[in-house]
């Protein structure tokens, strides 16, 4: 029986590329596509829905609190809206009119990148710090602990800091820079797992709200993320994205995620409303993400190679192309191969081997990010049993 693709006519991807938002995510576990389908035949009341989701996330990430959200940019925006305006509820209804609040946001240059937007998107203005002078070759220091407090004024809501293995300044050893200052932190950790240590170790080093993609290395579904950190902003994160028709004595809260009495009144729909997020993600995610924490690392590890090996072993040889094995590809400890082309292997630059990848029949999807350098990168982490060969014998006859 076709799938439900070919019944579309839309044609799957060989994902070799990784988890990313525009290849539709990761692939999920049968047990969480079932959990979904499950939950959609049942209706709920979103709001202790989302407090039992709370004290899984909190037990999961040793956070204070937990919030799903409809992906980790919709956790940037509440999260964001959380910081500015508490608990107060008619600076919710205002936002992302920021008048008389605090409206700025500092971050370190170097953390800039286009997801930023969802922050901008609750009405603060960034303020950037460091220099990014690693990158232009010119120098080494980036950003350092005290650039950061330097910049907090009275205006000051945040400070926003893009989790990675090479962001200065480094979030855990000297200086630690979530501790050094009173405003909330907010690390964007979309994208750092694995390594699973990942979902406790942020909280651990001080960030006051964090947020993770669920539709990447947690293979939840695409449209869904954790927002988690302090109670008090959690419920602030809550109140601006939860649907809040309702008369405040008839609200009944649950109570692990609302002190409903310290509440000075309910908001109207906030700024998040429109970042929806369905019973069935809320669902999806927190069984993908009890799945993730449980998981076995040994059994991945060992799948993982044996899909990085076997695609190793199929492209070896390729003509005037170096293959090369890598232990780290995606994120350290994922395996991958990465190909080096020649000047001009089989009369074609590296840009044109990933269009034809990508564009042929199968469509494979691979690492287009060092392609000037002619490198093409594969990595494991979405590739399912049976990819290697079809990719291996692609890539043969595209490079013959
Ligand atoms: C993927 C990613 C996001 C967005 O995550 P979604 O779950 O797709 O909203 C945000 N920040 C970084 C650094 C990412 O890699």
Redesign the pocket.
Known sequence: MPNIYERLGVRTIINAKGP??RLSGAIMPPEVAAAMGEASQHCVDMAELQGRANEIIAEITGAEAGYVTS??????LLGTAACVTGLDPGKMNRLPDTRGMKAEVVVPRSHR?F?DHAVRAAGVTLVEVGIADRFSGAGMRDTEPWEIVDAISERTAAVLY?AHPNAMPPLTGRGRPLKTTREPSIV?A??QLPPREILRRVIADGADLV?F????AIRGPQSA?ILCGRRSLIAAAALQNLDLDIVYEMWNPPASLFDKDSLAGLPQHGIGRSCKVGKEEVVGLVTALRLYAAGDVEEECRNWSALARELYEGLRGLANARVEYLADSYRPGVPGVRLTLGEKAAGKTAPELIRELQDGDPAIAVDQSRMREGVVGLTVICMEPGDPPVIARRMKELLA
């Open positions: 990313s938002t992906g980790a940019a919709a956790g940037l990148n997801y893009v964007d979309a994208a947020v993609s669920g539709g990447k993320g």
